[in-house]
Nanobody, 115 residues
């Protein structure tokens, strides 16, 4: 089993920044993908960004140039630096880890961006 614990959500004004962090523990394989999905009210969950254990990143078009994902393999952590936040970034952000054909999810952290 894998446990994921997120931190760093909150309320910020448009144009501001937040940094999300996620710590993974448990049966984590060396080769995996970690990242962040988000779900806005009334919308489907969507990928924000992810990163492989080798460092390859992928971003949603809507966050490119504003969000940066990074990870520390030694600490099994992943971070999402979010800059120039917009009201449409308001969502619950979920950390996830994919490894060995299975995916695992955190409980989510709320990010609210006021206009």
């Amino acid at each position: 089993q894998v446990q994921l614990v997120e931190s760093g959500g909150g309320l910020v004004q448009a144009g501001g920044s937040l940094r999300l962090s996620c710590a993974a523990s448990g049966s984590i394989f060396a080769i995996n993908v970690m990242g962040w999905y988000r779900q806005a009210p009334g919308k489907q969950r969507e990928l924000a960004a992810d990163i492989t254990s080798g460092g390859t990143t992928d971003y949603a078009d809507s966050v490119k140039g504003r969000f940066t994902i990074s990870r520390d393999n030694a600490k099994n952590t992943v971070h999402l630096q979010m800059n120039n936040l917009k009201p449409e970034d308001t969502a619950v952000y979920y950390c996830y880890l994919y490894r060995g054909g299975a995916d695992y999810w955190g409980k989510g952290t709320l990010v609210t961006v006021s206009s």
